[in-house]
Structure formats: C-alpha cells, structure tokens
C-alpha cells in the first residue's frame, strides 16, 4: 500500500488528468445514451412490433466482447480509428440496453387507469407523456442510467487499448510492465469510480422514489462490473488448477498461442501425458504469476522481455550475457529456462509499404526525417519499458508530430495499415506484417537487446517428468524466424487454426 500511495504521490498530475478523461468519457457516453435510447424506449413501449429490431440490435451489441468492438471500428471513417471517438461509439452502443429496456418497463408499468384519467382531463399525448407518464417512470428509467453508467467506467478502461486514456492506462501498462503497482494505480480509483456512480444515481433515484424495492435494481449487475475491473487488473489466478498431468500456457496473440500448441503437442507426442491448455491468459505478468504459483508449467517467454519486465535489469545487446542472466533468475525462484526455439523475435519498427516506397526509407534513420510529420502508435509495454520508445527516441533523434498514441499492441498493426498512425513498434515474426504491407525498418545502430524465445518451465514439474525436458529440448534451435513468420501470416492472414498449424510444423519437423 505504500508504494501505492508513493506512486499516486509522485504522479498526482497524470492522474488527475487521466481521472479526468475517465470521467469525461463516461459522463459523454451516458448523456448520449440517454439522449437515444429514451425517446427509443418511448417508441417501442408504445408500438412494440415496429421497435422490436431496436432492441434486436441493441440485445446483439452486448454479446460482443467490448476489445472486439474496439477493434472492430478501427478501420472506420468518422466513427472509427483511435482514440476518444472510437471509444464514445462503443460505450454509447452499450449504454442504450439497459436505458432503453428500463424506459420500456418503466413506461409500460404505468396504470392504465393513469392514462385514461389524464386523456378525460383533456391533455393531449404529448402533455401526458410530459406531465404524468415520464414523471412517473422516471425512478426506473434512472435505475437503467445507472447500471449504464457503471458499464461505461468499467468499459472505459478497456478503451485505453486504442489509445483514448483513461485510468485504464496504468492497468495496461502495469500489465505490460509486470508491476502490481501500477496495475493497482489505475484499478482502484476506477472501481471506487464505479462505486460512487453508483451511489450518486441511487441518491437520486431513491429522491424521485420512496419505495426501497426500486432502490436495490440492478445491484448484481453494479457488483459484477467491480469484480471485472478487478480482474482486468491481474488477479493471480485467471484459470483453476489443473487436474490434469502438464499444464501450457500462453499470452493472448497469435505467436504465444502457436507457441503454446507447439508445446503441448511436443510434450502429447513424446511423453503420453495429458496436457491441459491454458493459452491465450493474457500478458507477461498473467503468466508469470500463473508459472510461480502452479496454475500452469510451462510456457513460452522471450529472453529481453524476462530480463526488463519480469527481473527488471538493465537492457543489454550482449545475447550470451542475457541468457545466462534470466537463467539464474528463474533458477532462484524454481523455475528452469530450457533451450532456445531457434528465433529472435526482437521489436520490429514498421511502417506502410506505400510510405516505405515513396520516402526511400529502409533504416530507422531514415525514419528521422520524416518523423516531424508523422504519428506515432505503441503498445503500452512498448512505451514503458527500459528498451523501449524513450531510448529508442534519444538513440535515433526521433520527434513525432506529438505524443505517441498509446494503444493495444494487437491493434497497432491496423491502425498503421487504416492511416490512424504512422509508425508503430511490432513484433519482427508477426504475420501481419506481410499480410498488410508494412516494412520493417533496419536498425543499424543495434538498439534493440535480444529476444530469444525460449520455453521456461517450473522445476519441480521437470523434476516428476523428466521426459517433458527430453522432448522440450528436441525443439532446440528447430524454429527459425521464416518459419514463426510463415505459421503467424497462416494465423492472421489465411484464418487457419493455431493447432492445426502447430500439428503441421511438428509433422514436417519429423
């Protein structure tokens, strides 16, 4: 708790601001909501069959994961791209449900007796519905305001994937940068966030409404939407233990997900023993965690990335020194970094094919030139990290038109591709390199350490299974970068499923 406080203390100005755009979007999002799904609740309350495709669309729109919706729109004109406007279209189209089926129920609720005691005293339709028919919904209409306000401070924070700010920043970048502190900076005040939305609106529903029933509408949902922040923020359990022999593990893009079929395929074919997957947990902290505490065994890491996010040492270039470094590390804590796959999958420095071409540029010197000019996207772990963005910028003279735009580094490759940035750091293996015409930029100047993958698996599980280490180390040294490249552009590029890929690389490899 106290370095919590140390590190609210020491960014009390970005918090605030980040607060603030929190807030912001939020409070947008809600009024809009409400300016839409009112009238539209209005409407369909009284002719049912004519709204029923509003409520349709506005039922299918909360099944979509909220990361997809993001992503989703990245390529769109006006309402798409990066940033707060993306971010508003999509926390409005999950605001309208919840305000648009309270206003229907809360309209529908009225007594009939009402209606027709208004219509005897002359008031036309417009006048019974302003005096008498809102008044008397408007405690339920409220009471779907608020759980749409909750929704939009837990939805926020995923919205600092594409780079519209807010408090999920820091539990990105916390998660980027395997710092429960951080991760903590940003989850907290977003579930206190929640709590006093929550609050407020019940205040005042509870003033338009005597009746203590209507008051505890919805509470299931308000506690549910905490509890999601709270595990955006990292718990340290995201899967239970495993009941099965050897548990695999992954990070949620597409190489990690290879990687890990490639892994578990390995350890079916040569051992016999049942593995479980568990892919696709999330970022590095996830896995570490899940590593130290059993929930998995092994997984996929990369040798620059243990040595500055999880042990956080200084970068070196220096790849003997590097391996034998993250080696002892995980060695004190009991876990074992086996032998190296074969490839360097180190940050790649992209930009569009088009733009490579027309500019001349092949290095990342060349990139300088025209940097003034250009905007920058990066992953949060990117812009954090000891070998990241800053160093990259003092090492190469990089200025960009402004501050670079944080976002999801799985989205970073469209928005390049879509013209929402200029230039992004990626992946060198990634598939959608090729698949979206970007050019990796040569650096010369040997800035980036490497990034050996290399499976790291819990000692006492090599100890029971001394053949998982057999048949782990027979892909030493078996995936070159080609190959990684090739199964990630047949994953992203042609669809194709990542176990199947995994089995066809393990076939031609015999």
């Not at 924070?157 to 980027?176: F, H, M």
Request: some cysteine; hydrophobic content about 50%.
């Amino acid at each position: 708790m106290s370095d919590l406080l140390r590190f609210w203390q020491a960014h009390r100005a970005e918090l605030a601001t980040l607060l603030g755009e929190h807030v912001l979007l939020v409070v947008v999002s809600t009024l809009i909501a409400v300016l839409v799904a009112v009238p539209l609740g209005i409407f369909a309350a009284r002719r049912p069959r004519l709204a029923s495709p509003f409520v349709g669309v506005a039922n299918i729109v909360q099944t979509i994961p909220s990361l997809a919706m993001f992503g989703f729109l990245i390529p769109f004109p006006l309402i798409g791209g990066v940033g707060a406007r993306a971010a508003l279209v999509v926390l409005v189209l999950y605001g309208l449900l919840p305000i648009l089926r309270s206003t229907i129920v809360g309209i529908r609720g009225i007594d009939a007796a009402i209606r027709e005691a208004g219509i005897a005293m002359g008031m036309t339709p417009r006048q019974l519905l302003r005096q008498v028919e809102l008044p008397l919904a408007l405690p339920v209409i409220v009471s779907g305001i608020r759980v749409a306000a909750v929704v939009a401070v837990g939805s926020a924070t995923i919205a600092a994937a594409i780079g519209a700010g807010g408090l999920g920043q820091y539990i990105y970048r916390g998660l980027s940068m395997v710092d429960s502190t951080v991760i903590l900076a940003g989850a907290i005040p977003a579930a206190i966030l929640a709590i006093l939305v929550d609050a407020s609106l019940l205040w005042l529903e509870r003033r338009m409404s005597r009746s203590r029933s209507r008051a505890s509408l919805q509470r299931a949902s308000i506690a549910a939407m905490v509890l999601s922040v709270v595990a955006l923020a990292g718990s340290a359990v995201l899967a239970a233990r495993s009941g099965g022999a050897i548990t695999v593990g992954s990070k949620n893009f597409t190489e990690q997900l290879i990687l890990g079929e490639i892994i578990a395929q390995t350890i079916e074919r040569e051992t016999g023993l049942t593995v479980r997957r568990r892919l696709n947990l999330g970022g590095t902290l996830i896995c570490d965690r899940a590593l130290l505490t059993g929930d998995i065994d092994v997984y996929a890491e990369y040798t620059g990335t243990a040595l500055t996010a999880i042990f956080h040492e200084p970068p070196s270039t220096d790849r003997h020194a590097v391996t034998q470094t993250v080696r002892d590390r995980y060695a004190e804590t009991g876990r074992t970094l086996l032998s190296g796959l074969g490839y360097d999958n180190t940050f790649a420095i992209l930009v569009r094919g088009a733009d490579a071409r027309a500019f001349g540029l092949r290095t990342i010197d060349d990139a300088a030139r025209v940097a003034p000019r250009w905007r920058a996207g990066f992953g949060y772990e990117f812009l954090d990290r000891p070998d990241g963005y800053r160093g990259l910028a003092e090492t190469y003279g990089l200025r960009f038109r402004g501050p670079p735009q944080a976002m999801d580094l799985t989205l970073t490759y469209r928005a390049l591709a879509a013209g929402q940035v200029d230039l992004i750091a990626g992946d060198a293996t990634a598939g959608l390199i090729e698949a979206l015409d970007l050019v990796q930029l040569e650096d010369t100047r040997h800035y980036f350490p490497p990034y050996d993958a290399v499976p790291v698996a819990r000692a006492t599980t090599l100890l029971r299974y001394p053949g998982v280490k057999r048949a782990l180390d027979g892909l030493a040294g078996r995936i070159s970068a080609e190959d990684m490249r090739r199964m990630n552009f047949a994953a992203d590029a042609r669809r194709e499923d990542p176990a199947a890929i995994a089995r066809q690389f393990l076939d031609r490899r015999q």
